[in-house]
């Protein structure tokens, strides 16, 4: 089994940057053999792919609502996968949280994702 968990959320400006950080816990889990990604949820909106990533960083798909403002990106010795977060608007304001999938190309489904992490609050402000 494994856990992950979210940090780096909170509040920022409007233009301003966040990092999000998703670590994987468990020690056999061959967090390295999948793909990672980051959804997000609003009040009252479903969820929201955001970005995802291969098994080893070597191909990266976005949301186009943020594509040129965030940028994912993996270390597999730490078992984390990071979400930095650049120009933010306000519409990014939602629930943030990181999944493993079950294969190891980068995709866009949520129901390919296996683990999911309990979310970290990102508010931005106008």
């Known amino acids: 089994q494994v856990q992950l968990v979210e940090s780096g959320g909170g509040l920022a400006q409007a233009g301003g940057s966040l990092r999000l950080s998703c670590a994987a816990s468990?020690?056999?889990?061959?967090?390295?053999?999948?793909?990672m990604g980051w959804f997000r949820q609003a009040p009252g909106r479903e969820r929201e792919f955001v970005a995802a990533?291969?098994?080893?960083?070597?191909?990266?798909i976005y949301a186009d609502s943020v594509k040129g403002r965030f940028t994912i990106s993996r270390d597999n010795g730490k078992k984390t996968v990071y979400l930095q977060m650049s120009s933010l608007k306000p519409e990014d304001t939602a629930v943030y949280c990181c999944?493993?999938?079950?294969?190891?190309?980068?995709?866009?489904?949520?129901?390919?994702?296996?683990?999911w992490g309990q979310g970290t609050q990102v508010t931005v402000s106008s």
């Open positions: 468990g020690r056999t889990f061959p967090f390295a053999n999948y793909a």
């Open positions: 990533i291969s098994w080893n960083g070597g191909n990266t």
């Open positions: 999944a493993i999938a079950r294969v190891a190309t980068a995709t866009i489904g949520w129901r390919v994702y296996d683990y």
